[in-house]
């Protein structure tokens, strides 16, 4: 009877997305930061009814949600635009205009912990202190300011607060892969480890009890796992690990004395209940790929905010961890999951024999227009997954196949696999790279005259460097927000990045002649096909000028260059509108050079 258009490029990028949430301490309602009107702000939902209502109207990226546990406030961080200058506010409990709590031009404060009552809130700030940060708290009801900690020789971040509040779990990074951990009691700093004689990194500290912690590290292993710390004898003892598996997202249920985190491998993730009495874990069924976060009710039930490559972020319930509700139902308008790419995992020998993990995404054979784009991840220290990514799948729609290399330095494959990218962001990885294509194009899954290169942020990085070293692979470029000069990155960056991008990328003096061979500018006369750059004003981490001056530099060579500037974006693209011309333009400049 009808005839219908296919879904275009506004359903997929006015897909909802959800940056966080929290469970009311009855768990009668739940509040959460989503897209819903093509900004974010935070969404309430009482569990009995399962409709959304708006709370806020600051239409900014949230940085975390967190209510009051006597039911009075609910508190929350945004900054402008993308600058990454967060501040706290607090909001009524049905909703309404945010009240500054912690609010200064050009500072950043970071939520840390409420305490019990919820009369402290416990907060991180660069105020005073940009390149290590200090730990502070506030009261809520005389707005009182004490420091706790004076960061020192690394950025400082405050883990949690005993239940008496007569201590806290606070970290000190050192580097990029050195993060201790500590216990401060009385005026002393008790590390949560037996030695810092060694790199390791200590991600999480939780109280069980005034006495007794809860700690992910990767101690003397490839691998975080889970341990326990008792501040009174300061013994240390390993408790689970699951070999090959990196714990994230720790997440407490002190009523009925368990815990839970989720494993992390790759592409996948797994989500783990641990017994505390009988000290054992177990995996549990779940439906989604990726967790990005964990609340346990009071009540006992356990809700997931999770995602999977074809379905995006949604939040989930169980009251007994077997049987699984989805509460939220944000899903592509037109499109049901059939429809999407399910991607094939695969695995290759790089270019000196270390296995090198990849996602292969493929449209539909109908639509399939035999050109591979190369989607480099950002990071570096970071990894593509079986995440929900709408510009990936519509890619996949309109014809192009998709192939996402974790290349050394990656994470969730060990600590040694995750530093091999120090100080050498421009080799290793970029052979990885080179040596998966060339190894897909043998298994007939792409050929050597087809491909395309788009990447953000470190895969903006390397997408210039591609262009600058390996042009002719390639029939065109799109860099987004990507680093062009490392000297620029080192002396752009926020001051409390620094000491970790002294061991990530070099020192500017130091490691001089490796930053050039590593710095895209420094190819800039064999950038020679055609490139998109996309770049946000108000970026911290890559600032304006990094994009800049390569469209210039391209401009005055007479290559093919446009170039496309958000004014309210930072570093990606918050705003629906934005979302929607940034992948609209970016897929049309592709399909130039098919």
Not at 449 to 457: I, L
């Amino acid at each position: 009877m009808f005839t219908f258009n296919k879904p275009g490029v506004e359903s997929f990028f006015q897909t909802l997305n959800i940056a966080g949430f929290d469970v009311s301490p009855d768990e009668t309602e739940l509040i959460y930061s989503t897209n819903l009107n093509g900004y974010y702000n935070l969404w309430a939902m009482k569990l009995d009814k399962g409709y959304p209502y708006q709370m806020t109207t600051a239409n900014q990226m949230h940085s975390f949600v967190k209510y009051d546990p006597k039911g009075r406030f609910i508190l929350t961080g945004f900054d402008r635009d993308g600058d990454e200058d967060y501040h706290i506010y607090a909001i009524p409990m049905h909703g309404g205009e945010t009240t500054p709590v912690l609010q200064e031009k050009g500072e950043k404060f970071y939520y840390g912990d409420l305490s019990k009552d919820g009369e402290t809130l416990y907060y991180i700030t660069s105020a005073g202190n940009p390149s290590f940060l200090n730990l502070h708290k506030l009261r809520l009801e005389s707005g009182e300011k004490e420091l706790l900690f004076k960061g020192e020789e690394g950025p400082s971040y405050l883990y949690s607060v005993s239940p008496d509040e007569s201590s806290f779990a606070f970290s000190r990074a050192v580097g990029n892969t050195s993060v201790f951990g500590y216990i401060s009691q009385q005026g002393e700093h008790i590390p949560v480890t037996p030695s810092q004689d060694t790199p390791h990194r200590v991600s999480q500290v939780e109280y069980l009890n005034d006495k007794e912690v809860l700690v992910l590290t990767n101690f003397e292993s490839e691998f975080t796992y889970l341990a326990t710390f008792n501040v009174a004898d300061r013994s240390f003892g390993k408790l689970t690990e699951v070999e090959g598996y990196e714990f994230v997202n720790l997440t407490l249920d002190k009523e009925r004395n368990r815990a839970f985190f989720v494993a992390q491998r790759g592409v996948e993730d797994h989500l783990y209940v641990y017994d505390l009495e009988t000290r054992q874990a177990s995996r549990l069924e779940i439906p989604v790929d990726i967790v990005d976060s964990i609340v346990a009710g009071k009540k006992g039930t356990i809700f997931v905010l999770g995602k999977s490559s074809t379905a995006p972020a949604n939040i989930y319930r169980s009251a007994d961890l077997e049987a699984w509700e989805q509460i939220t139902e944000h899903k592509i308008i037109g499109r049901g999951r059939e429809e999407l790419s399910e991607p094939e995992v695969l695995r290759y020998p790089s270019f000196d024999g270390l296995e090198i993990e990849a996602l292969y995404y493929q449209p539909k054979e109908e639509l399939d227009n035999g050109y591979t784009v190369l989607w480099p991840h950002g990071g570096p220290q970071w990894a593509e997954r079986k995440s929900f990514k709408a510009v990936i799948q519509y890619l996949c729609t309109q014809g192009f196949r998709v192939f996402t290399p974790n290349f050394r330095g990656s994470t969730s494959y060990g600590e040694s696999f995750m530093k091999l990218v120090n100080k050498d962001w421009g080799g290793g990885p970029r052979l990885d790279i080179i040596t998966g294509m060339e190894w897909l194009d043998k298994q007939g899954k792409s050929s050597s005259d087809k491909w395309f290169c788009v990447g953000g942020s470190y895969g903006g990085y390397m997408t210039l460097l591609l262009h600058g070293r390996h042009a002719d692979r390639f029939k065109a470029f799109v860099d987004l927000f990507g680093p062009s000069n490392l000297f620029t990155t080192l002396e752009t960056a926020p001051e409390h990045w620094k000491a970790a991008d002294a061991e990530s990328i070099g020192d500017a003096v130091a490691d001089r002649d490796k930053l050039i061979e590593d710095s895209p500018m420094t190819y800039i006369d064999q950038m020679t096909k055609p490139m998109l750059v996309i770049q946000g004003s108000n970026d911290p981490r890559v600032v304006k000028v990094e994009s800049d001056v390569i469209v210039e530099a391209m401009k005055q060579q007479g290559q093919d260059i446009e170039y496309l500037v958000l004014e309210d974006e930072g570093h990606g693209f918050s705003k629906t509108e934005n979302a929607i011309t940034v992948y609209k333009t970016m897929v049309q400049f592709l399909q130039k050079y098919i």
